[in-house]
């Protein structure tokens, strides 16, 4: 029997432009400050220079970072060395297409407006590091509901 | 379907966020900024009441500052506020503040908790829903007390919202990471296990997250998941991919679920009971089935989900290993991938055959795919693939293929990014050794890396071809000639030199007789490299002389005259310096009897396992994140660490340690190490391996490059463990309580405990000092990853240089290691170094902080001079700050021969007949710093009658004064 490590966690999840501005952070474990900045610098310099030829997987440190650039924006899960790349590749891509219906044809700058309630978005199709919630319906019929409590 | 407008909601918030988006440069927006905070801090602090809406878009706008990196120390008991309001958009953003910005220790804790509790109680699903996604963000040991037993009931109970069930698993799920002795599942753990099989898809979801990390930390409780996930999973993919209608994703049916059913199932070994295992494997049957379907889709969405499931399937099915079928259709399937257009396949289907390649049902079938991955090597462009294809030519070599793959390697080697060069180097000389059918083979392919990557050679590797050679005499005359004539070369790498110079120096005459090789070519060709060579290669070159001494008695006059220049005997360099005198010396004066003793050819290396694997996995293992998961166990219980200790415990790989030397003039070999550090206490280390005895040949000039033989006990200096992260490290212990015993001595125990026992022995010159620390392991326990460091406050820091030579990072049980300390005085001073002692024993990180006895009066040179000259200077240093007096109470028997000894060891001459009263003392010496001389003058008057002393320091300097009356006035 082979012997085998698991642990499916996200460790972080963050959204930054070309340029390096974050959009998002989303930290499931814990970092001061400065570690933060330094994740934040490396994960860019590591996911910009890649091109389109390149896999969506990239090695970080002790882990992986996968990642999906959606015109400027890079949007990078990093995750153990041993979890799923796919699986978090298309949770990426159902995590865009969800913001995209909820903001009507995303683009950054409803990220840097609406950004306390990217983070709604997020709590409800990640939580404490795991797949919470991936049926696009229910998630955007659950945000609705919460937009109609404003 | 929703859509919001930018900002809705809180205007003012959109406007400052568009006034940031619109400053010219940093200035202008930090200007903003504080016009922003002085406004809040204003609304926060007026005498007005905030309505919710104000306090909610202030805080919102204290966050927006926050995330763009600037400091916010006000604004939280708003945010608290916020928790309390009835509105949800208000709530939302206190909550959002307190995840964000609050951290665990903060004094509000209680008040947020407070507001947590009533929201949970509120049976309004909404607000349970933030409160918990609250408690799974902070995730605190606060939270965890308070809330993880109310959690599990709010997930079982039966009334409970779907979504807040969701909430509720993965909130538990966060508190048994962070606090796992603080959520005991016991009663609750069959109802957990049944969500399973709730109708709700996403509170499967979510409970299939909960339940493997739960079943990962106690396989027994959760066994009966098994079934239920294998049910669970065997509905999914057998539905019609409409079936699940919400869960499915571009025709595939809730595929993140059944990846996670899947790694469920890896906690558990194959099921017992046959009909469940054949349900299992028609399920993973069916998923291989699927990937030969037609898609459904041409959207990559469509066959990233498909596959997402197929390499997890695929993941179990090696996890098991149990169904050679299964295994072979995997490897089919992975071998299609390959050649597949999408780099990300091929990249998973490299990663994924190299488990298979350790399969002893699918290791055939890997192999014949080696041409497809020795072409990926050559045509990948993106360099992470190309790695992936390393690694499993690596995992699939065998005696069969080895010539093949090492070959492609070292040719791929000539062009590999620099990134992974280091690893194929490794890769290489591991396989070479481990499929080694003749050894010159071996030896060729070890010479080829130096050529090609002589840069990216670590020291194991060529450690390790001399061990081999040394250890196998059917290949040490092929090794000779071999080296030699890859010195021919005009520019060699200096690695080859080390090589070529060891294995000539021991087994060049085994290709004397071949006048293109004799004794005096060898000698030429190596020393043609020597001024091109670093300090250490030189070192060994010259023990390479040495050795050819003994070898050739032909060329000793020309080796001796290359000793006796200049260059050698006065080399800048102590350790060449030290070596060239010490080597000559020794082949003038010794027998050839005696010679051919002390320079015998090398014993074989006790077999050992190669310290180039230690390597390797250290390199896949650097620069960790750190891992809040301490739960590493395997389905076996055992742990990962455990393994890896055990291969470190089995390769203890040489150690070239470096000689003893002292200070710069040329000078006959001292041996200050001689006599036991202290022979009142037993000694940790049997005999006196580690401390060399007078003998004819100095002892230390064979402990280094030619004797990697003679201290079995040190060494494993690569084997720092790669692991450090996974076991608690105790808390620093501090001592220094027998500091002060060392202001009057040099010798002796600095720091004893349980495990460890220091040893210091100290030797200082002018402003230069040198310490010898002595490690002793009092345990029958190793200790892994030995580290120390030195450590100086700000204010020490420029005043005193203490520089540290490398430490074994190994210390065996019983055993005592060494290191050597230099010490410079750049100025006087008054405070002390520490040294941070730092090692892994059992499972338990050690700190251990001691001050170091370095003081100021170490760099005293006593003065003798005679009672005029004494009182004239006396009366120089009249000046009120030159002056400290302190008188004092004794506190030992007051002994006038006690008392000189110990003012003889603080470092001063003792002048006898200068003061009129011959029960006083007086002495003199003068403090060396780097940058001044400071005289002193001291007297010290015993009252026996009283029990007191007077003490009195006279100096040039103030500070100087001070430090020596405090040091000495301690000691009587």
């Known amino acids: 029997m082979g012997f085998v490590v698991l642990k499916m966690k996200i460790r972080f999840i963050l959204i930054q432009n070309r340029a390096g501005k974050t959009r998002l952070a989303k930290w499931y474990m814990q970092f001061d400050d400065d570690e933060k900045q330094k994740l934040i610098e490396e994960v860019h310099a590591v996911v910009t220079v890649r091109d389109a030829k390149h896999t969506n997987f990239v090695e970080f440190r002790n882990f992986k970072i996968i990642y999906r650039r959606y015109a400027g924006l890079y949007f990078c899960i990093c995750v153990d060395v041993t979890d799923n790349n796919l699986a978090y590749l298309e949770a990426i891509h159902n995590f865009v297409e969800v913001l995209n219906e909820y903001f009507h044809n995303v683009c950054e700058l409803d990220l840097v407006f609406n950004f306390y309630k990217v983070y709604t978005v997020v709590d409800e199709m990640f939580l404490a590091g795991e797949i919470r919630e991936t049926s696009q319906t229910k998630v955007l019929k659950q945000l609705l509901m919460l937009q109609s409590l404003e | 379907m929703p859509a919001v407008s930018k900002g809705d909601g809180m205007r003012g918030l959109a406007v400052f966020i568009s006034d940031i988006r619109n400053c010219k440069s940093k200035e202008s927006e930090v200007k903003r900024i504080n016009k922003e905070l002085a406004n809040i801090r204003s609304k926060f602090k007026g005498d007005k009441a905030l309505d919710g809406y104000s306090k909610k878009k202030y805080v919102c706008k204290l966050l927006f500052i926050f995330l763009l990196g600037h400091d916010i120390d006000f604004g939280h008991m708003e945010a608290v506020n916020l928790l309390s309001s009835n509105k949800y958009t208000e709530k939302q953003i206190g909550y959002l503040f307190i995840s964000v910005l609050v951290n665990s220790n903060s004094d509000l804790i209680r008040l947020i908790n407070n507001a947590i509790k009533n929201d949970l109680a509120s049976r309004n699903s909404t607000f349970m829903n933030l409160a918990l996604h609250c408690i799974a963000n902070v995730g605190s040991r606060e939270m965890a007390e308070a809330f993880a037993s109310e959690i599990p009931r709010i997930l079982v109970a039966g009334d409970t919202m779907d979504s807040v069930k969701q909430s509720a698993a993965l909130c538990l799920l966060r508190l048994n990471r962070t606090s796992p002795d603080l959520v005991p599942m016991g009663e609750w753990t069959a109802r957990v296990v049944h969500l399973l099989n709730d109708q709700h898809l996403g509170v499967v979801t979510a409970a299939t997250s909960l339940i493997t990390t739960l079943?990962?930390?106690?396989?027994?409780?959760?066994?009966?998941?098994?079934?239920?996930?294998?049910?669970?999973?065997?509905?999914?993919?057998?539905?019609?991919?409409?079936?699940?209608?919400?869960?499915?994703?571009?025709?595939?049916?809730?595929?993140?679920?059944?990846?996670?059913?899947?790694?469920?199932?890896?906690?558990?070994?194959?099921?017992?009971?046959?009909?469940?295992?054949?349900?299992?494997?028609?399920?993973?049957?069916?998923?291989?089935?699927?990937?030969?379907?037609?898609?459904?889709s041409k959207k990559v969405q469509h066959s990233n989900a498909k596959n997402a499931v197929l390499f997890e399937a695929i993941a179990l099915i090696i996890h098991h290993d149990s169904e050679p079928n299964l295994l072979v259709r995997a490897c089919n399937q992975l071998g299609q991938f390959l050649q597949h257009r999408e780099t990300n396949l091929r990249y998973l289907a490299l990663e994924s055959m190299c488990t298979l390649a350790s399969s002893e049902f699918s290791h055939e079938a890997v192999k014949t795919h080696i041409e497809t991955v020795i072409n990926a090597l050559k045509t990948e462009r993106d360099v992470s693939v190309r790695q992936r294809a390393v690694d499993l030519l690596y995992a699939m070599c065998d005696r069969s293929n080895s010539k093949q793959i090492v070959a492609e390697m070292l040719s791929y080697l000539e062009t590999a990014d620099y990134s992974i060069r280091e690893e194929i180097v490794l890769k290489v000389a591991i396989l070479a050794e481990k499929y080694a059918v003749d050894y010159t083979w071996y030896v060729d392919t070890i010479l080829n890396l130096i050529r090609i990557a002589g840069d990216y050679v670590s020291e194991e590797v060529w450690y390790r071809v001399i061990q081999i050679v040394i250890n196998r005499d059917d290949v040490q005359g092929y090794a000779a000639k071999t080296v030699f004539e890859a010195l021919q070369a005009p520019a060699c790498h200096e690695n080859l030199v080390k090589v070529g110079g060891y294995i000539l120096g021991e087994f060049g005459n085994l290709i004397a007789g071949d006048p293109r090789s004799s004794p005096l070519v060898q000698f030429n060709l190596l020393h043609s490299k020597f001024h091109l060579c670093s300090v250490p290669t030189r070192a060994l070159l010259l023990s390479a002389y040495i050795k050819f001494i003994n070898l050739f008695p032909e060329v000793k006059g020309t080796i001796q005259d290359v000793l006796r220049s200049d260059s050698q005997l006065r080399n800048a360099d102590v350790e060449l310096q030290q070596r060239a005198v010490e080597y000559l010396r020794l082949s003038c004066i010794?027998?050839?009897?005696?010679?051919?003793?002390?320079?015998?050819?090398?014993?074989?290396?006790?077999?050992?396992?190669?310290?180039?694997?230690?390597?390797?996995?250290?390199?896949?293992?650097?620069?960790?994140?750190?891992?809040?998961?301490?739960?590493?166990?395997?389905?076996?219980?055992?742990?990962?660490?455990?393994?890896?200790?055990?291969?470190?415990?089995?390769?203890?790989?040489?150690?070239?340690?470096?000689?003893?030397?002292?200070?710069?003039?040329?000078?006959?070999?001292?041996?200050?190490?001689?006599?036991?550090i202290s022979t009142?206490?037993?000694?940790?280390?049997?005999?006196?391996?580690?401390?060399?005895?007078?003998?004819?040949?100095?002892?230390?000039?064979?402990?280094?490059?030619?004797?990697?033989?003679?201290?079995?006990?040190?060494?494993?200096?690569?084997?720092?463990?790669?692991?450090?992260?996974?076991?608690?490290?105790?808390?620093?212990?501090?001592?220094?309580?027998?500091?002060?015993?060392?202001?009057?001595?040099?010798?002796?125990?600095?720091?004893?405990?349980?495990?460890?026992?220091?040893?210091?022995?100290?030797?200082?010159?002018?402003?230069?000092?040198?310490?010898?620390?002595?490690?002793?392991?009092?345990?029958?326990?190793?200790?892994?990853?030995?580290?120390?460091?030195?450590?100086?406050?700000?204010?020490?820091?420029?005043?005193?240089?203490?520089?540290?030579?490398?430490?074994?990072?190994?210390?065996?049980?019983?055993?005592?290691?060494?290191?050597?300390?230099?010490?410079?005085?750049?100025?006087?001073?008054?405070?002390?170094?520490?040294?941070?002692?730092?090692?892994?024993?059992?499972?338990?990180?050690?700190?251990?902080?001691?001050?170091?006895?370095?003081?100021?009066?170490?760099?005293?040179?006593?003065?003798?001079?005679?009672?005029?000259?004494?009182?004239?200077?006396?009366?120089?240093?009249?000046?009120?700050?030159?002056?400290?007096?302190?008188?004092?109470?004794?506190k030992n028997q007051m002994d006038t021969d006690v008392s000189k000894a110990k003012l003889l060891g603080f470092g001063v001459a003792l002048l006898d007949g200068v003061d009129p009263n011959p029960a006083n003392f007086v002495g003199a010496g003068i403090i060396h710093t780097k940058t001044t001389q400071v005289g002193c003058l001291l007297r010290l008057e015993p009252n026996t009658q009283a029990q007191m002393y007077r003490l009195t320091l006279r100096t040039s300097k103030e500070s100087v004064s001070q430090r020596l009356v405090e040091l000495l006035s301690e000691q009587f």
């Not at chain 2, 595939?252 to 299992?280: G, H, I, M, N």
């Not at chain 2, 166990?633 to 393994?643: D, F, L």
């Open chain 2, 215 to 296: 079943a990962q930390k106690s396989p027994d409780d959760f066994k009966t998941s098994v079934s239920l996930a294998v049910a669970r999973l065997s509905r999914i993919v057998t539905s019609a991919s409409i079936d699940l209608q919400d869960y499915t994703y571009y025709f595939v049916a809730a595929p993140w679920l059944s990846v996670k059913l899947l790694r469920l199932l890896q906690c558990y070994p194959p099921p017992e009971d046959t009909s469940l295992r054949s349900r299992l494997t028609e399920c993973l049957e069916t998923i291989l089935n699927k990937a030969q379907e037609p898609p459904k």
């Open chain 2, 680 to 890: 009142d206490r037993p000694h940790p280390s049997s005999s006196a391996t580690m401390l060399p005895t007078r003998t004819m040949v100095p002892s230390h000039t064979f402990t280094d490059d030619l004797s990697v033989n003679s201290a079995p006990s040190s060494g494993a200096s690569l084997l720092v463990d790669v692991f450090s992260d996974f076991s608690s490290a105790a808390p620093t212990e501090g001592s220094d309580e027998h500091f002060p015993r060392f202001v009057c001595k040099n010798n002796g125990i600095i720091y004893e405990n349980q495990l460890l026992q220091i040893g210091l022995k100290s030797e200082y010159r002018q402003n230069l000092g040198r310490m010898y620390v002595f490690y002793g392991n009092k345990t029958s326990t190793q200790f892994l990853s030995f580290s120390t460091s030195v450590s100086s406050n700000n204010v020490l820091g420029p005043q005193l240089n203490v520089q540290e030579k490398p430490v074994d990072p190994l210390i065996e049980a019983g055993a005592q290691v060494q290191q050597i300390l230099n010490i410079e005085c750049v100025s006087d001073f008054s405070d002390a170094p520490i040294l941070n002692i730092q090692f892994r024993y059992g499972g338990t990180l050690q700190n251990i902080a001691v001050k170091l006895p370095v003081m100021l009066n170490k760099f005293f040179q006593p003065t003798e001079m005679t009672s005029q000259d004494f009182f004239q200077r006396w009366k120089q240093l009249g000046a009120p700050q030159q002056e400290v007096q302190k008188i004092f109470k004794a």
């Open chain 2, 590 to 676: 010794a027998s050839t009897d005696i010679l051919a003793t002390v320079l015998e050819e090398m014993p074989p290396f006790p077999e050992r396992e190669s310290s180039i694997l230690a390597k390797l996995k250290k390199k896949k293992g650097s620069s960790k994140l750190p891992d809040m998961d301490d739960s590493r166990k395997n389905v076996n219980g055992s742990t990962e660490h455990a393994e890896d200790a055990e291969v470190a415990s089995k390769s203890l790989p040489s150690r070239y340690s470096a000689p003893l030397l002292f200070f710069s003039v040329p000078q006959p070999p001292q041996f200050l190490l001689e006599e036991l």
